[in-house]
């Protein structure tokens, strides 16, 4: 099967930057998601990344490496409306899509 | 809203129950996805339809059936299930299986075996 990895919990405080690592192991590789969900709601699209480097939109960027199968989640001037949890998803070689078991982000005033 | 309903939103069932999740998705998608969550584990892909046509069953317990009429609708239909089987089951759909697209997924419903 595959493997994702990303951290279970991280805390920061209003108005700082967290950074979300991910590291996945696949059969083949056809590209990264990162996708939000809050508490009882479903999950919703931040970011995709297939090549290496960095996707930036507004104060969310994703990066990704295929050599070292890593990518990171950069939230930036981070609001209480950003607690929640980010899940990292990779497509395989075959298409499928796998899922990390998520990061739970808690801002603090 | 993301496009994706689902009904029910909650559902209690007893083991020798037989009940249907249905999903709508009205962003004129073609593949669609049923996904179960559970508490502190990564969402597990379950069935995957394409053009109505199913291209995924990931080693699913027979319990669970999935049907998909058109490229609108799906459902997910229960019987005989165990108390494991209680988590969050969400649907979701994409334009595709491949390339780029993101899939936008819907409230879930939220499953009690009891």
């Known amino acids: 099967g595959q493997n994702i990895d990303q951290p279970t919990e991280m805390t920061a405080t209003e108005g700082a930057i967290v950074q979300i690592n991910c590291t996945y192991q696949?059969?083949?590789?056809?590209?990264l998601f990162w996708y939000q969900q809050h508490a009882g709601e479903a999950p919703t699209f931040l970011s995709y990344?297939?090549?290496?480097g960095l996707e930036e939109k507004g104060r969310f960027s994703s990066f990704l490496s295929r050599s070292k199968g890593y990518s990171y989640l950069l939230l930036k001037e981070l609001q209480m409306k950003d607690s929640a949890s980010y899940l990292c998803?990779?497509?395989?070689?075959?298409?499928?899509?796998?899922f990390g078991a998520g990061t739970t982000v808690t801002v603090r005033a | 809203e993301t496009g994706v309903t689902q009904t029910p939103r909650h559902l209690v069932m007893g083991m020798t129950n037989k009940k249907s999740l249905k999903c709508e998705q009205h962003?004129?998608?073609?593949?669609m996805y049923w996904y179960k969550q559970s508490a502190k584990k990564p969402l597990e892909l379950m069935f995957v339809?394409?053009?109505?046509?199913?291209?995924e069953n990931n080693s699913v317990p027979s319990r669970f059936s999935p049907e998909c009429p058109n490229s609108s609708h799906l459902f997910l239909h229960l019987h005989t299930l165990q108390p494991e089987d209680s988590a969050l089951y969400l649907c979701?759909?994409?334009?595709?299986?491949?390339?780029?697209?993101?899939?936008?997924f819907g409230p879930g419903t939220r499953l009690t075996v009891t």
């Open positions: 998803a990779v497509r395989d070689g075959d298409y499928k899509l796998s």
């Open positions: 990344n297939v090549l290496d």
């Open positions: 979701a759909s994409s334009r595709g299986e491949e390339g780029a697209y993101e899939q936008y």
């Open positions: 962003l004129g998608h073609n593949a």
């Open positions: 696949t059969s083949g590789f056809n590209g």
């Open positions: 339809y394409n053009f109505k046509e199913q291209t």
